[in-house]
T-cell receptor, first 112, second 114 residues
Framework: EPEVTQTPSHQVTQMGQEVILRCVPI?????FYWYRQILGQKVEFLVS????????KSEIFDDQFSVERPDGSNFTLKIRSTKLEDSAMYFC??????????FGSGTRLTVV | AQSVTQPDIHITVSEGASLELRCNYS??????LFWYVQSPGQGLQLLLK??????LVQGIKGFEAEFKRSQSSFNLRKPSVHWSDAAEYFC????????????FGAGTRLFVKA
């Protein structure tokens, strides 16, 4: 069964550093997303991406965040200058349309 | 704006007993509804989805859910719970807003006792 692959599975970074979280969506999917889940809290929408541009973003997705699809397979989330409160599990997801996402297994980001 | 409410933060059931997890949504049009399961430290797995048609939908692992428009509910059920069902369950509503944003409920943690 096709999978969404996320790397790394766990990343520790110092406050103020830039991090890039990587995702390989399912190959024939057209919509890509990033969500985050702070420990013990709900899954929160960050951004959706379609046709090489952001289609929607949440209030969380401020100027410190950016997304990119640098080639035909990867989808990245960059946090420019990490803060302690950015510590969370970040999930990438992709979908063909409205038939439910396929989520990756997540990247646990720890900012120290 | 769409929203999802899962009234139960956690539920404990005995193995072999039936299960119902509640979910209420708020959305102005016909919603796309989902249930996801998350085991500790794991990602989210889609259990089932409702878009239209038969209001009783079957999913994986023996789960089913029923869409009730009049009650704005989409409750998840399983007739006989197994210990391996212990996990966090998230109800979600999808809306076509730009892309296809999905809003998640806060989750219900299921504990299964022997």
């Amino acid at each position: 069964e096709p999978e969404v692959t996320q790397t790394p599975s766990h990343q520790v970074t110092q406050m103020g550093q830039e991090v890039i979280l990587r995702c390989v969506p399912i190959s024939n999917h057209l919509y890509f997303y990033w969500y985050r889940q702070i420990l013990g809290q709900k899954v929160e929408f960050l951004v959706s991406f379609y046709n090489n541009e952001i289609s929607e973003k949440s209030e969380i997705f401020d100027d410190q965040f950016s997304v990119e699809r640098p080639d035909g397979s990867n989808f990245t989330l960059k946090i420019r200058s990490t803060k302690l409160e950015d510590s969370a599990m970040y999930f990438c997801a992709s979908s063909a349309w409205a038939n439910g996402y396929t989520f990756g297994s997540g990247t646990r980001l720890t900012v120290v | 704006a769409q929203s999802v409410t899962q009234p139960d933060i956690h539920i404990t059931v005995s193995e072999g007993a039936s299960l119902e997890l509640r979910c209420n949504y708020s959305y102005g049009a016909t919603p796309y509804l989902f249930w996801y399961v998350q085991s500790p430290g794991q990602g989210l797995q889609l259990l089932l989805k409702y878009f239209s048609g038969d209001t009783l939908v079957q999913g994986i692992k023996g789960f089913e859910a029923e869409f009730k428009r009049s009650q704005s509910s989409f409750n998840l059920r399983k007739p006989s719970v197994h210990w391996s069902d212990a996990a966090e369950y998230f109800c979600a509503v999808g809306a076509r807003t730009g892309g296809f944003k999905t809003i998640f409920g806060a989750g219900t943690r299921l504990f299964v006792k022997a």
